[in-house]
């Protein structure tokens, strides 16, 4: 492979465009396990975000994308994201661009666009010509990074791209026509084009690598501002009164033009002196210094943005930390939006027509002003949290913890006790933005988290526990992410890395090494360092940290620790002594990252390795696996494609050999313990996954952009095996559910647009698989553990029928399900309940849901027990026992659960006498006319009406918590009775 990073940029014109065919690896049919289905949670606090553009002409509607977080659109001024491009093979957006000349012309530039130490990279440029609603792809595949995309104004299918390249290697170009390179070591960061001649552009190359170990940067004499003014046929550097690279140590650039006066150029400049603002009043032929502040463009290398009002060539906004504004062509500036310890502004669009309205992106999301920046729309409404790995807690509901870029922890209850998962379930927990973040596994209201913190939930308070406290401390190295994890056999014993890995079992009071340092004491500067590996920035010395621990579940001896400059090390006896079993292929290749190590549940010699190249320009999958304690490994990537960067794999702790891995794409899954892999992406959109945990029967991930994700009840990947598709029906027997209930809300909903996040499934779920199409009706039956019906669903039962003279918008209402006689694997959720009471008016409740309120009343609650479920097609029954458990945080007895159900049960029966009698009394009072029997019939019909309504009212009091009737309920049930009674007296 030729180790180059990308410089380039690229003139296109649309009628050359070749769309290559998307690669798919499935070991099976992809269609078996289309009903399993991923769900968000949330966090919705935004992640970082680079790309935007808005129409001028339809104000409200902005186009944005997430680093990693794909693209989204809104029609509302940000009030609320949709996303448009989840079914595309990457998520990682740098740029975005409209067409002037035609808004529903689109192009979006992948990969990130920046030089920096967590980065993601794309495979090109996408274009939709309606608004987003389908995209093609366009080209420039091993571009891997493309910063900014200029349209023509005139011309919707003439644009320049800038490619910045990978920030660790390869060049390339397919379909475009390269108009513009300097050498293999300089990409294309910034391009803009002269609102008054769209032939006149400005381009900025930018000289910079990443090194493959974490905070690593090289620089080179490459950068610069260049210009053509024949619409990208020849350029020429205009450079004069710019810092230079020999003398001052010039970086990346940031440009713009002012709309009304094109003569007016602006620029962002790193460099180590005479670094600022710049400005330019002769078309870039000559520039000054005009603002040397460093806040205004504060680190440039990561933001670099400027622009000028559309109507005042004096009035200029730059993002950095803070974003600015000055009045006064650049002299003097005012902070306009920011927070302490910065809100990291990567973008800035105003519109030329409302120039009050402006977008500015950030490494928080993205928000909208309509007022000229008095106030902004909210970035708590977008799921594109950056989650660096995942962990799960022992509270009930779990909750779903992690580090978020930017942001700094969240733990978030994995369902929400009102329906869904609003903000109202999340909190921070003390831990860093780039950190683990580890729950006490006997006390999960203590949370230990980054380098190294602990949070008590019940204070709120952190306390700062790291072994090194202040650094930098000697023979102590830690980077921005660094392994903190429990011990899967004594819940006392908490683990730390850094160099060395520490333990503790007080808590973080002390804390003791047991190893020495695990990394590498010298190598040689991988191939792709290129130029830069003889420089003092690449000179061999101690760099690396330990990246990775596996505890064995099977052996509290046995430790596996894993190196982000590619070596591999095990205990087996607590630390006292530990033996290099790096695998051959990473010996002599370092900085190969071992991104996560797993150690297996079945077998304490067998442990999973996965190896993250990215850094050293290799996009190649890599996981490694040994079963004789790292004496042997094999590289186990069969159906993995090419660009599958793996940085997890985990071993379910429930199937020998049933194995996930999280790629820089997808999640894929394999049975047969790595010998052949398949995506298991199903419904999920493109995005990193940094990690994944299996919490019971549940997979847990941690995207890096697209928030946390869970796939509830993975049972029917631990069952279902190649002999069992064989057979004409399987019914699998369904994982332990719990009487939960759907919402505990007694106040009015939250709005339909607030974000939120989705609960699980509503009650038990139920896995069968038929091989070909039922010939009849297929049934369902759960039986109660006397044998008794408890409910029945039928493939031909018509759907439930929504309350009539409903006074709701629809789309407050639960879907009706379907038992479906299709042939494949098919998921049916029970809702725990018995058959719906006899109420003659059914309604919705007020604690509504977004499209998931049920009907109520709903059936009397199934009690805790162990029921039966029957699944019966084509002649033959199938059964599976389903136990059904108690919310743990419920105190209430079984006796009171049972006096609970009798009692609900004795009032839906009193509720069915009255509605069958009351449809009598209808009935006959249809068939007489006007008179004393009619009036007689009126008022019975009122009477039994009446009845019912107080029946159903004390029938939901009994039912509304998990307790014991009262004593006054228990009296109004036979006051009711009574009174039934009397009221169907002959």
């Not at 002269?194 to 974490?214: G, I, K, M, N, S």
């Amino acid at each position: 492979m030729t180790m180059r990073p990308a410089a380039a940029i690229l003139l296109w014109f649309l009628a050359t465009a070749s769309v290559a065919p998307a690669a798919r690896a499935e070991s099976y049919d992809p269609g078996l396990l289309r009903e399993l289905r991923w769900r968000m949670i949330g966090p919705h606090r935004g992640g970082r975000t680079k790309a935007a553009a808005g129409i001028p002409d339809r104000p409200s509607v902005f186009y944005v994308g997430a680093c990693n977080g794909g693209v989204w659109k809104t029609d509302d001024y940000g009030r609320t994201w949709t996303p448009i491009f989840d079914d595309q093979p990457t998520g990682s957006i740098g740029a975005i661009a409209i067409a002037p000349s035609n808004p529903d012309v689109l192009y979006v530039g992948s990969g990130e666009g920046l030089q920096r130490p967590d980065l993601s990279t794309g495979d090109g440029i996408y274009k939709s010509t309606d608004g987003g609603r389908t995209w093609r792809h366009l080209g420039l595949r091993e571009g891997r990074q493309i910063p900014q995309i200029a349209v023509d104004p005139r011309d919707p299918n003439r644009l320049l791209v800038a490619v910045l390249g990978s920030p660790y290697g390869t060049d390339g170009g397919e379909t475009f026509q390269k108009v513009l390179y300097r050498d293999e070591d300089t990409g294309a960061v910034d391009v803009v084009l002269d609102p008054a001649d769209p032939r006149t552009a400005y381009a900025v190359l930018w000289e910079a690598r990443q090194a493959p170990w974490e905070n690593g940067v090289f620089n080179g004499p490459g950068s610069g501002v260049y210009k053509t003014t024949d619409g990208g046929t020849t350029w020429r550097p205009i450079v004069k009164g710019l810092p230079t690279f020999a003398d001052d140590g010039l970086g990346r650039i940031g440009i713009t033009v002012a709309p009304s006066n094109p003569r007016r150029l602006f620029a962002t400049v790193e460099a180590k002196r005479k670094a600022g603002l710049y400005r330019s009043d002769d078309a870039g032929e000559s520039w000054g210094l005009i603002n040397a502040d460093p806040r205004v463009t504060d680190r440039a290398s990561d933001f670099a943005e400027v622009k000028v009002h559309p109507q005042d060539p004096d009035t200029v906004f730059t993002a950095s930390i803070v974003t600015w504004k000055s009045t006064d062509g650049g002299r003097t500036f005012t902070a306009l939006r920011g927070a302490p310890g910065g809100d990291d502004y990567h973008r800035i669009w105003i519109n030329p027509r409302q120039p009050d309205i402006m977008l500015i992106a950030a490494d928080q999301g993205v928000i909208i002003t309509v007022n000229g920046g008095r106030s902004w729309s909210s970035w708590y409404n977008q799921p594109t949290a950056q989650l660096y790995h995942v962990s799960t807690d022992n509270a009930f509901p779990y909750r779903v913890c992690g580090g978020q870029q930017e942001s700094g922890s969240v733990c978030i209850q994995s369902r929400g006790d009102d329906g869904q998962i609003t903000f109202r379930e999340w909190h921070p927990v003390g831990a860093e933005e780039y950190g683990y973040v580890a729950a006490d596994p006997l006390d999960p209201d203590i949370v230990y988290g980054g380098k190294l913190s602990r949070y008590d939930r019940r204070t709120n308070q952190t306390q700062t526990i790291a072994p090194r406290p202040v650094r930098p401390a000697e023979g102590y190295r830690v980077v921005r992410t660094e392994p903190v994890l429990f011990s899967p056999t004594d819940p006392h014993t908490l683990y730390f890395a850094s160099n060395v890995v520490w333990k503790t079992g007080d808590g973080g009071r002390t804390w003791t090494a047991i190893s020495p340092d695990l990394t590498r004491k010298t190598w040689t500067a991988p191939p792709n360092v290129g130029k830069y590996r003889g420089t003092d920035a690449a000179r061999p010395t101690p760099r690396g940290v330990i990246y990775t621990l596996a505890p064995s579940p099977l052996d509290g001896k046995r430790i596996w620790a894993g190196t982000d400059d590619g070596l591999i090390h095990v205990t087996t006896d607590g630390g006292a002594s530990w033996t290099d079993v790096t695998p051959a292929a990473l010996r002599d290749r370092p900085w190969s990252k071992v991104s996560l190590l797993e150690a297996s549940h079945f077998d304490a010699g067998t442990a999973y390795a996965a190896v993250n190249t990215f850094r050293l320009d290799d996009l190649r999958p890599h996981i490694y696996r040994t079963r004789d304690l790292g004496r042997t490994w094999a590289e186990i990537t069969a159906g993995l494609p090419d660009g599958a960067v793996v940085n997890a794999v985990r071993e379910d702790p429930g199937r020998r050999g049933l194995l996930f891995a999280g790629t820089e794409q997808a999640v894929h899954v394999s049975f047969d313990d790595g010998e052949s892999w398949q995506s298991l992406r199903l419904n999920m959109p493109a995005t990193s996954i940094r990690d994944l945990v299996i919490k019971d029967d549940d997979l847990v991930v941690g995207t890096h952009g697209r928030s946390f994700w869970i796939l509830d009840d993975i049972t029917p990947l631990r069952q279902l095996t190649p002999a069992s598709l064989q057979e004409a029906a399987v019914l699998l027997r369904p994982q332990e559910a719990w009487r939960y209930r759907w919402n505990t809300n007694t106040d009015t909903p939250l709005p339909p647009d607030e974000p939120a996040g989705q609960n699980p499934p509503d009650g038990a779920i139920v896995h069968y698989f038929l091989k070909a199409p039922a010939t009849g009706r297929v049934s369902l039956e759960v039986l109660d553990p006397s044998g008794a019906l408890v409910r029945r669903y039928q493939s031909d039962d018509p759907p439930e029928p929504p309350v009539e003279g409903r006074n709701i918008p629809d789309y407050w209402i639960r879907p009706p399900q379907a038992l479906s006689g299709q042939p494949g694997l098919h998921r049916f959720v029970w809702d725990l309940h018995h058959p719906p009471p006899a109420a003659a008016v059914f309604s919705y409740p007020i604690s509504a849901v977004l499209r998931d309120t049920p009907r109520e009343p709903r059936g009397p609650w199934a009690v805790p027990g162990t029921y039966t479920v029957r699944l019966s097609v084509d002649g033959r029954a199938l059964s599976q026992p389903l136990r059904v458990k108690l919310d743990p945080r419920v105190k209430s007895s079984a006796e009171d659960l049972r006096a609970q159900f009798e009692r609900s049960m004795d009032v839906a029966r009193e509720m069915a006498r009255t509605r069958d009698a009351l449809g009598r009394v209808k009935a006959d009072r249809a068939r007489v006319a006007e008179g004393a029997a009619a009036d007689a019939l009126s008022v019975r019909a009122t009477t039994l009406s009446d009845l019912n309504a107080r029946l159903v009212t004390l029938y939901e009091i009994l039912q509304e918590a998990d307790a014991a009737p009262t004593a006054a309920a228990l009296e109004a049930a036979e006051t009711l009775r009574g009174q039934v009674a009397k009221a169907l007296a002959p």
